[in-house]
């Protein structure tokens, strides 16, 4: 018996037109002290809009952010959709699928397609109604073969990458990846996204200052194999790049467009080939750009091998580049194991040293909540060592076990995960049951290791002493505190 979408597709008219893409938000937007930071416009769903208006084809992108979820979906049905793509990940995977479901309730004419690292990760989740199809994989090029097989009533089942339900998950089987990235044509971005944009923890230039605040990719793919990471489901373990030239060619377009000042790059390891760091470096300054910018970076492999050192740190900041985040995830060297990212505490400081020493600001990123090993012994190991290291920020995460993570599958057979409910994926909630600390201890230890961070003698010291070799900072630090006395909400600092 064929599917029903293949039915339907037969009985709809060829042309399609409107196509929206959507990222809802499931409330996350806002920031928080303990939770997410910084709002950044939809990249993936930029790029794939960029694609399909290429092939002509009439692109609304839509951001939820803060608006009511009726509002919300209000706004999705005036754009008067022949399709719409969700970009998925896994917290906002039900929101989706509830949105999804009233526009089929509304129209059910209306494709509605799945994308994103939540559905390349558990494809199961296909598996409703309002769901037409999954993107699997890198989208671009596979969003833009279905659009096109749809509008010209063509099976879909011969399009790569995409799956379907049909008394189980059907899969057409992967798409090779994009060889040339510099034959994308750059994001599709509207000046409401970009200006609503911000990076709210410590930044140069401080959050009031900041115009259009831009994401940018360099690279896609990450080689390491995080045991709590997901990304593998997209980009695999190959890393492709972008030319120095045609990332600063962007970069200048902003500027021209929009008036960027600010840019974070996306590159989940921005330092994993030093050469195209220095390619980047050197375009940037062989133009004259002047544009600050952040990434986030890797300590060293998982040999141990440093991947920075004076010399490339110095190259990034001397091109504008103004912070840098490491996923350092613990201090714990039994945890190291398990989420697979040995790091030695003296490699630690050292390049957290080198990055303060020249004026970069150095954010940590820490997850808690290893299921057998955590304790209250550990927490307060964690703490003592956070607050003795030269960091300006940090972020404390609980574990949290991604579908489609090694952690997922091992947990689940464990029984440890205690909810099916994605929305609480967010990695701000604890969701795994732990061998030697409750729940509610390890909720307080988050606040613990994070107000005596930022509380401690050694850190006011460095503040200090960091403002005062490099003043162009202390607005930065200035309006995070203020953001921190307000309890998270930049609207009361």
Known sequence: ????????????????????????????????????????????????????????????????????????????LDTKPDLVGFSTMTYNFPLSKSLANVIKETDSNIYTVFGGVHISSHLKSIDDKAIDFGIIGEGEHTFRDLVKALDNGQNPKKVKGIAYWDNGVKFTGPKERIENLDELPFPLRTRENLETATINSIMY????????????????????????????????????????????????????????????????TFNVNPKKVYEICDELKHQKIDINWYAMLRIADPDGRPLADKKFLKAMKDSGCSKVSYGIETVIPEIQKDYNKPLSLEGIREILE???????????????????????????????????????????????????????????????????????????????????INKNDLEE????????????????????SKIKRFPHLKKSYDEYFKFLESGGNYQNA
Not at 35 to 62: C, D, K, M, W
Not at 363 to 388: A, C, H, L, M, Q
Request: aromatic share 10%.
């Open 1 to 76: 018996m064929e599917p029903r979408i293949f039915k339907r597709i037969r009985q709809m008219p060829k042309d399609m037109r409107n196509i929206t893409l959507v990222e809802a938000n499931a409330g996350l937007w806002k920031p928080g002290i303990f939770t997410r930071h910084s709002s950044f416009e939809p990249l993936g769903l930029e790029y794939i809009g960029a694609v399909l208006q290429e092939e002509g084809y009439n692109v609304n992108l839509l951001q939820q952010k803060n608006k009511l979820a009726d509002k919300f979906l209000q706004e999705i």
């Open 354 to 436: 080198v990055g303060d020493s020249i004026g970069l600001i150095n954010k940590g990123y820490f997850i808690i909540g290893d299921p057998r090993i955590e304790s209250k012994e550990t927490v307060e190991k964690t703490k003592k060592i956070i607050s003795g290291l030269p960091l300006d920020d940090i972020r404390i995460s609980f574990l949290t076990p991604f579908p489609g993570t090694d952690l997922y599958e091992q947990y689940k057979s464990e029984n440890r995960i205690t909810t099916d409910d994605f929305a609480r994926y967010s990695s701000d909630e604890l969701i795994l049951r732990l061998d030697k």
């Open 445 to 464: 230890a988050q606040r613990d290791i994070f107000t005596s961070f930022i509380l401690n003698k050694n850190y006011e010291n460095r503040r200090k």
């Open 205 to 268: 230039p401080s959050r009031s200052e900041q115009k259009a605040v831009a994401s940018i990719a360099y690279s896609r793919g990450c080689p390491y194999g995080c045991s709590y990471c997901a990304s593998k489901n997209i980009w695999g373990k190959t890393v492709k790049w972008r030319s120095a030239k045609d990332v600063v060619k962007e970069i200048k377009e902003l500027q021209k467009k929009f008036g960027t000042n600010t840019l974070f790059f996306t590159d989940l």
